[in-house]
């Protein structure tokens, strides 16, 4: 999984990665605010909570592409024989079957329906687009529109569903930032704040249902504008002493074999380096057959210390914080007051710039 963030403190970041034990692969710091780095899958979850505060991109199984294609040794005699097999009649039948845009219908279920149509993985299938997508037409009234294309050896489906309504479909406002609440004004739905409150960012302003004379609560899709008295803060810090990574000039490099995208076998060259950076690259062997070898290569990387002049740095930091607290403010508001402080601890100097406004809180 690739993962792209946009911030500051991006370098105490990384340390807080590795202090977790989260593998990074292949780092680039694009600038000093900007970074790029994978990680394996099951690591995911554990890197979610640190990047919170960050703008992020996540990429799902993007890697380089190497400009030429070549394969060597024993890939070669391999994709002679596998080819002198699939070359006629592979490209002849369907090894994928993707489904977009499905919401109350499930993966699962299109594929049922059209295995009971004939249409499967792993066989020849003569259905034209406008075949299958009469197919599922007919045997779902939640489809409101499907278009089917064949590319490759892949059928695709986009499909759209018709809305649902229930009563547990709207969900309430909540507050987008910190702030204590001046201004309600509720169109629709049962208000769960009034002026004076204090609400942080998450808390439940407007409920999404009306209340009846008679105590009946009916669902409503709420829509009202809540105005507060806003706080927006953006802090920043930097060490004395900080460690950076950087590559120690040693590789080592591997190759996976696969067919249809089943690994085969590995190269002998396992990595041992505790912290590095990973490169793949695929080669594929021809246009009509799906079997290619990737190249691995692992770069070794090193913790080194850079020291930082925390008075000659100060500015810097005072900017970044007012940066990143202009960052979150919203497009609309007013400006009541600017605040902004610096202190150190220990050998870290924190810059925090708070803005007080008037705004849409929801």
């Known amino acids: 999984m690739k993962i792209e963030l946009e911030g500051y403190n991006l370098d105490e970041l990384i340390k807080v990665l590795y202090r977790k ?46 400009p030429k294609l070549m394969l060597a040794n024993l890939g070669i005699i391999l994709g002679v024989f596998f080819g002198s097999i699939f070359m006629l009649f592979a490209s002849a039948f369907t090894w994928q079957i993707c489904v977009y845009g499905t919401e109350e219908l499930t993966y699962n279920e299109i594929i049922t329906v059209l295995a009971n149509n004939g249409i499967k993985k792993g066989k020849i299938n003569h259905a034209s687009c406008e075949e299958i997508e009469t197919i599922l037409l007919n045997n ?34 909540t507050a987008k930032f910190n702030g204590i609440v001046t201004e309600t004004h509720i169109l629709t739905g049962t208000t ?13 302003l407007v409920l999404p249902f009306n209340i009846l004379p008679n105590g009946e609560r009916v669902s409503v899709k709420p829509m009202a504008e809540i105005k507060a008295k806003i706080f927006v803060v953006g802090t920043c810090s930097l060490s004395k002493t900080e460690q950076c990574l950087t590559r120690t000039g040693k590789t080592i490099i591997t190759y996976n074999y696969q067919l249809f995208n089943f690994n085969l076998f590995s190269g002998k060259n396992k990595n041992s380096f505790a912290l590095f950076d990973r490169i793949v690259y695929n080669e594929n062997v021809s246009d009509l057959i799906p079997f290619k070898r990737q190249k691995i290569v692992y770069y070794e990387l090193a913790i080194t210390e850079k020291t930082n002049n925390l008075t000659e740095e100060q500015t810097a930091l005072e900017q970044k914080a007012r940066q990143l607290a202009q960052s979150k403010l919203p497009t609309d508001y007013t ?28």
Do not use: C, W
């Not at 979850?45 to 993007?62: A, W």
């Not at 779902?140 to 059928?155: D, E, F, H, L, P």
């Not at 050998?347 to 849409?360: K, L, P, R």
């Open 21 to 66: 034990k989260i593998t990074l692969i292949n780092l680039q710091k694009v600038e000093d605010n900007h970074i790029i780095f994978e990680i394996e899958d099951k690591d995911h979850k554990k890197v979610k909570k640190y990047i919170l505060n960050y703008k992020t991109k996540t990429i799902l199984g993007r890697f380089r592409q190497l």
């Open 140 to 173: 779902y009234n939640r489809i409101a529109q499907v278009s089917v294309i064949k590319q490759g050896t892949a059928i695709i489906i986009n499909l759209s569903e018709k809305l649902v309504y229930n009563s547990t479909e709207y969900e309430p406002i």
């Open 192 to 204: 769960n704040v009034k002026v004076g409150d204090y609400v942080n960012v998450g808390d439940v």
């Open 335 to 362: 400006l009541l007051d600017e605040s902004s402080s610096v202190s150190v601890v220990e050998d870290t100097m924190y810059a925090s710039t708070t803005f007080t406004i008037i705004g849409v809180v929801n």
